[in-house]
């Protein structure tokens, strides 16, 4: 191949990369992979990231519990969305690179979280309630192995 073609094929490369970026910028998500090949890497110590997942916890424990606050499932939603994005972002942690029963679980958090955000978004606590179960069940699944 010429120079000229390798150089146009090159541009046609970016071209295209900066498309496909733009394309899951504009929709604010990035899957793993892409995120992965974007040399995405958390800056939250583990040890932080896991503070910042019990306290969100928490708080989704207090809006499944307190029924006098008229943005009670507004608020429950945001908790629950930062939650899975905590388990989303645990995903890319060290431990996660070596062992794919880390990876699961964190991957069961973010699915689970996000699940819940459903949940509140239809105001249906029941479903909310089971949500919150499964998920401490998945905090302590990994904490027996890893913690
Ligand atoms: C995929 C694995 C995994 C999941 C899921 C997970 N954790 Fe953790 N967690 C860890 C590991 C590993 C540690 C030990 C990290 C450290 O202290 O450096 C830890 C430690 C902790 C600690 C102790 C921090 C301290 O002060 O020592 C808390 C609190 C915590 N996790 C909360 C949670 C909550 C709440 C959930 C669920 C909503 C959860 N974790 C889900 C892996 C996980």
Not at 116 to 145: F, M, R, V, Y
Request: proline letters at 2%; charged letters at 25%.
């Amino acid at each position: 191949m010429n120079r000229g073609k390798r150089v146009g094929l090159s541009v046609a490369g970016v071209l295209v990369g900066l498309t496909a970026w733009a394309f899951v910028a504009e929709r604010g998500v990035v899957r793993a992979q892409d995120a992965a090949a974007l040399g995405f890497a958390p800056v939250m110590p583990l040890h932080s990231l896991m503070i910042e997942q019990d306290l969100h916890f928490e708080n989704i424990r207090h809006w499944i519990r307190t029924s006098d606050d008229p943005e009670r499932f507004v608020k429950l939603r945001h908790e629950a969305l930062a939650l899975a994005e905590m388990g989303n972002i645990n995903g890319f942690h060290a431990k996660a690179a070596d062992h794919a029963d880390y990876r699961q679980w964190a991957a069961e958090l973010k699915t689970l979280g996000m699940a819940l955000a459903g949940h509140a978004e239809k105001q249906d606590l029941d479903a909310a309630k089971e949500s919150a179960k499964t998920i401490n069940a998945t905090c302590k699944a990994c904490h027996e192995k890893y913690q």
